[in-house]
């Protein structure tokens, strides 16, 4: 298990490349603030980036010692990136990833709150079980996906304002399995119940000094088994100790969601330990297009429950529910007409296997154009019509695009995603893509939803005025509106103009505008997403272009 002073295992390690204060990386869009430790091959760093004007956190993945570049970085770029497809509270957001010739960077959010080092320095034993809901949940949703964490640090941990433990500085290793997940979910319990760290650090762990440290070595038995966590901390639940233990040893769980199981039989649910006003990323993520966590009602593996005080919700977060159970009421009258309809259909013998999330969609946007119908309906049932306009030709002279960056309103939830793709809009080549990320909800304006939208600037040269915008996809049924702005980052919708409005069909939508503006930039602004799943939601951009 390791020795009693907690050091890492020693090796033969290079010397990493130096990154200072205030020195700025991926061509100066990033500045370095402040170190956060690292382990073998990567660095972790808080930075901010400087054409948003935010803060994030960098994690620098270079080849491993004696490995000829890339190596093993591209690996853990490549299983990083895949945490895209993950939403859990318990998991900050990958916002990009910036591929070199040696390695790359992992952009994420910016998580507020402490280092795991310095609330080990506090442990709280009474919270923290709470406080781990969402990392297991997001350890669960990962091996769902056939993915991992890679918990194998506790630089890697922090603990937002309002008391949740987070992944922060995301990299999976190669080494990494789901039963080393699981065994890191017990680390770090375990750290938060006793401030001692259960084991060694990871190799390289030595040649990273982090802003605050790292949490003591846990004591270890004869056997060099950490002690049971109510010898080594004051005032822990005897449960809590059996559920870390539990998650360290391995001789009865053996997957992250039996933890999340446990821990939801434990404290009752995914619950905050102690509401607090705090400032919220993609609010954390990830409260995220990752909806809500799903409680758990089943009992977990030491088959007892127990009840933890309640603590009235904020404000905030008050409302937030009221609105979920709004739109969840909605959706409930919906989805009743669809079940009966169903359910006639099948003593009819019908056999529509059309998937339930795709049905809704149907019979929304059949009801969208029925009250589009109505309401374009001649006033009058005269005889005599208006004679037909001259049909005009298409505009067909291409404007040029100098940049694209993803965007949002300042005020909208989550980021912009995956701006490093958006120029791959107006490459010219529809085998590349910009995509967002993938919804558990729609996009709109109900409490459901994450989002109202999200939308691509297009840079122009100089004010133009655009006639036509055709936009690309292989996901039918997204819906656009081209926007124009004076700006390159408005900060809210009402600083645009809608100029017209397109949906995806057959692999292309077209946005006509008949009242054209002139204006140096052009947002495509999605307002529906494709259906790719049951319950996900997603569009990837294939190409836009624009003509006068």
């Known amino acids: ?102 390695g790359g960077i992992v952009v994420s959010e910016w998580v507020p709150g402490r280092s795991l080092a310095a609330a080990a320095g506090d442990p709280d034993p009474e919270t923290a079980v709470a406080a781990m809901w969402g990392l297991a949940d997001a350890a669960a949703r990962a091996a769902e996906n056939g993915l991992v964490l890679g918990l194998d640090s506790p630089d890697r941990i922090r603990v937002t304002e309002d008391g949740r433990a987070l992944l922060a500085f995301p990299g999976i290793a190669g080494d990494r399995d789901t039963r080393s997940d699981v065994r890191g979910l017990g680390m770090v319990l375990y750290t938060l119940l006793t401030g001692r760290w259960p084991g060694t650090l990871p190799e390289g762990s030595q040649l990273h000094e982090p802003r605050d ?127 009966s309809a169903w359910l006639l259909g099948a003593l009819s013998g019908s056999r529509d296997e059309t998937p339930l999330s795709q049905q809704l969609d149907a019979i929304e946007r059949a009801a969208q154009a029925s009250r589009s119908a109505a309401a374009t309906e001649p006033a009058s049932t005269e005889t005599e019509q208006e004679p037909p306009e001259p049909t005009r030709e298409a505009p067909s002279t291409p404007i040029s695009v100098s940049d694209v960056v993803s965007w949002q309103p300042a005020d909208s939830p989550g980021v912009a995603e995956n701006s490093a793709g958006a120029p791959d809009v107006v490459d010219g080549d529809r085998s590349t893509a910009w995509s967002t990320d993938t919804y558990r909800n729609q996009f709109g304006d109900s409490g459901a939803a994450y989002k109202p939208g999200l939308g691509l600037v297009l840079s122009l040269d100089g004010e133009q005025e655009t006639r036509r915008v055709v936009v690309y996809s292989d996901d039918d049924g997204v819906e656009f509106e081209i926007r124009s702005s004076d700006s390159a980052s408005p900060e809210s919708l009402d600083d645009t103009t809608v100029l017209g409005e397109g949906t995806v069909r057959d692999g292309s939508g077209t946005a006509t505008i008949s009242d054209p503006a002139a204006s140096p930039y052009v947002i495509v602004w999605i307002t529906r997403l494709g259906t790719s799943g049951p319950e996900a939601y997603d569009a990837s951009i294939t190409e836009v272009e624009l003509f006068r």
């Open 213 to 339: 440290g790292r949490p003591a070595a846990a004591p270890v038995d004869d056997d060099d088994e950490p002690l049971d966590p109510t010898v080594v901390g004051s005032g822990v639940p005897p449960e809590s100790a059996v559920l870390a233990m539990r998650s360290l040893d391995g001789s009865t769980v053996s997957s992250a969601a039996t933890v999340r199981s446990m821990i939801a039989d434990r404290v009752g649910g995914p619950v905050l330990p102690a509401p607090a006003p705090h400032s919220a990323p993609h609010s954390a993520p990830h409260s995220a297009p990752h909806s809500a966590p799903h409680s758990s009602p089943h009992s977990g593996s030491h088959g007892s429950s127990y009840d933890a005080p309640y603590t009235p919700p904020d404000e905030a977060t008050q409302k937030r529910r009221w609105q979920i159970m709004a739109g969840t009421g909605a959706a409930a009258v919906v989805v009743v007409a669809l079940l």
């Open 1 to 102: 298990m390791g020795d009693g002073n907690g050091a890492p295992a020693q090796g033969s390690l290079p010397t990493p490349p130096r990154l200072t204060a205030g020195g700025l990386v991926s061509g100066g869009r990033y500045e370095l603030l402040e170190p956060h430790g690292g382990v073998a091959g990567q660095i972790f760093w808080r930075a901010r980036d400087k054409r948003l004007g935010r803060e994030v956190a960098l994690t620098f993945v270079d080849p491993l010692p004696g490995e000829q570049p890339p190596g093993s970085a591209t690996g853990v770029l490549d299983r990083t990136v895949a945490l895209t497809r993950v939403y859990s509270d318990g998991l900050a957001r990958v916002l990009d990833v910036i591929r070199g010739r040696a």
